[in-house]
């Protein structure tokens, strides 16, 4: 491959990775922060506060997992 296709490869990538974890952040945050809720019977601001780590990092892990698998060929 030329040099110009693998950085339009990499662009591609980059931009599907973007998208998956702008996907999956929120989702995982308010998914994660309602199970907190159900569970510990906390309040709304507690729970999130509770989960805004742990769904950060799920978020960002699955999103860009689901932007990289959606690239490849």
Do not use: C, N, W, Y
Request: hydrophobic share 50%.
């Amino acid at each position: 491959m030329s040099e110009a296709a693998d950085e339009h490869e990499d662009v591609r990538m980059g931009m599907a990775v973007a998208k998956g974890v702008g996907l999956g952040l929120p989702i995982a945050l308010v998914a994660l922060t309602l199970v907190v809720k159900l569970i510990t019977g906390q309040d709304l601001p507690d729970s999130f506060a509770t989960s805004v780590i742990p769904g950060t990092l799920l978020g960002v892990f699955f999103g860009g997992f689901a932007g990289m698998v959606k690239t490849m060929d």
